[in-house]
């Protein structure tokens, strides 16, 4: 997951330079908003945040990274895929499967003068 990663601004910087033009990454993350108060009624939300304090962040932070935890939220997902260069960010759910966002997100067809 992105969110484990120490550096994930750099990590997905590096997979848009991988990318061809118009080529894709598909993500998958806890379906979470950035927003604490926005989670109150999301119903995995106190496992999550346990998980996210007792593993994920401490694995980031651990290596002097980031430490954004599990849930990072889609607001700041989105965020740091524009960031990174990526357009037409599309974010999905699936009826079976109430833990994930899935974002499909590509980068643009026509490569940049710094890459």
Known sequence: SIHDQARPEQALQ??????KPGGALMM???AASSRLEENLDHPFAPWL?????MYCMT????QG??????MWGKE?????LAAA???D???????????NDYFLARVSTVKSARE
Do not use: H, I, N, P
């Open 59 to 62: 694995v980031s932070l651990s």
């Open 65 to 70: 990274g980031a430490g954004l935890g599990c």
């Open 49 to 53: 945040y346990a998980q996210s304090v």
């Open 28 to 30: 998958q993350e806890f």
């Open 89 to 99: 960010v599309q974010v999905k759910r699936t009826e079976a499967d109430l833990y």
């Open 85 to 87: 260069g990526f357009v």
């Open 76 to 80: 700041r997902a989105l965020a740091l």
């Open 14 to 19: 590096a997979v848009a330079r991988s990318l």
